[in-house]
C-alpha cells in the first residue's frame, strides 16, 4: 500500500523550503526598499542645492582651468540632469551606512557569532576607506591633474574647455578606482583571517602586486605619468598597511567557528 501523504498535495512538508525561499525574497524586497527609501530622502532633501553641490563637485577643475575658462554643455539636458546624478551620488554616500545596516540585517541571521564579530568592523572600515579613496581623490589627485593638463595645454595654445557630463564621467571612474584603492588593506585582511591565502605568501608576492599596480594605475587613469603615481603609490602603501595589520589577524577562523559552535549547543 502506498503512502498517502506522498501523494497529498496539502502535505506541508512539501511546501516548506518553498515558504522559506519565499519568504527570503519578501525579506530581501523589504530591506531593499528600505535603502532605496533612505537614498531618496536623503537625495529629496538634497535636491534644492543640486547647483551648489554639483559647483563644489566641479572647484577643483575650475580652480585649475586658466582666467577666463569654464566648464561646457553640449547636450540640452545636460545643465539638469548632470547636477542631479551628482547630488545622487552624494545623497548615496550619505545613506550608505543605512544601505550597509539592511544588508546586515539581511544576512546576519545566517552568520556564526564569530562572523558576526567580523562583519561589523571590517563593513564600518571598508565605508571608512572608501570616504577615505574619495576625499583623496577630490583634494589631492584632482587638483593636480587639472593643474599639470592646464599648463601642459597653454604652450600649444589650446583652450581647456571640458562638457561637465564628460567631466562627470571622468570623476566617477577616479572615485571609483581610488575608493576600491583605499579597500587593498581590508582585502588583505580578510583573505588573511579567513585562511584564503597564508601571510608568507602574499609577502612573496610583493613585486607582482608592484607590477601590478601600475599596470592598474596605467588603465584607470589618464595616460600621464603624475595620475598613474598618485593611484600606484598609494596602491601599494596600502598593500603594506594590510600586510603589518594582517600580523594581527591570524588567529584561525576555524578555532572561532567551533567555539561559536560549542556556544550554540
Not at 512538508?13 to 519568504?23: H, K, L, N, R
Not at 525574497?25 to 542645492?49: C, N, T
Not at 598609494?234 to 560549542?262: C, H, N, Q, W
Request: a negative charge; proline letters at 7%.
Amino acid at each position: 500500500m502506498s503512502d498517502s501523504r506522498s501523494q497529498d498535495p496539502q502535505d506541508p512538508q512539501d511546501d516548506g523550503p518553498q515558504e522559506t525561499f519565499i519568504s527570503h525574497l519578501v525579506e530581501l524586497r523589504s530591506r531593499i526598499v528600505k535603502a532605496a527609501s533612505g537614498v531618496i530622502l536623503v537625495f529629496v532633501s538634497l535636491v534644492y542645492w543640486a547647483p551648489n553641490i554639483y559647483n563644489l563637485f566641479a572647484r577643483p577643475l575650475m580652480e585649475s582651468l586658466p582666467k577666463g575658462g569654464r566648464m561646457i554643455v553640449t547636450d540640452v539636458t545636460g545643465s539638469f540632469f548632470v547636477p542631479m546624478k551628482v547630488t545622487l551620488l552624494v545623497a548615496f554616500l550619505i545613506a550608505l551606512p543605512w544601505v550597509l545596516y539592511q544588508i546586515w540585517q539581511f544576512v546576519a541571521p545566517g552568520l556564526y557569532q564569530h562572523e558576526k564579530r567580523l562583519i561589523v568592523p571590517l563593513v564600518s572600515s571598508s565605508y571608512i576607506l572608501f570616504i577615505c579613496g574619495v576625499a583623496f581623490a577630490y583634494f589631492l589627485v584632482f587638483p593636480t591633474v587639472f593643474h599639470f593638463m592646464a599648463h601642459y595645454n597653454a604652450p600649444l595654445g589650446a583652450e581647456m574647455s571640458t562638457d561637465i557630463d564628460k567631466y562627470l564621467s571622468f570623476a566617477m571612474t577616479m572615485f571609483l578606482a581610488f575608493g576600491i584603492t583605499f579597500e587593498v588593506p581590508v582585502v588583505v585582511i580578510v583573505l588573511v583571517r579567513f585562511g584564503v591565502v597564508e601571510l608568507e605568501k602574499l609577502k612573496q608576492i610583493r613585486p607582482y602586486v608592484i607590477v601590478g599596480a601600475f599596470v592598474i594605475a596605467a588603465v584607470v587613469t589618464p595616460p600621464d605619468v603624475l595620475s598613474q603615481l598618485l593611484l600606484a603609490v598609494p596602491l601599494i602603501a596600502l598593500y603594506e598597511l594590510g600586510l603589518i595589520m594582517a600580523r594581527f589577524t591570524t588567529k584561525p577562523v576555524a578555532a572561532d567557528a567551533a567555539a561559536s559552535e560549542a556556544q550554540a549547543d
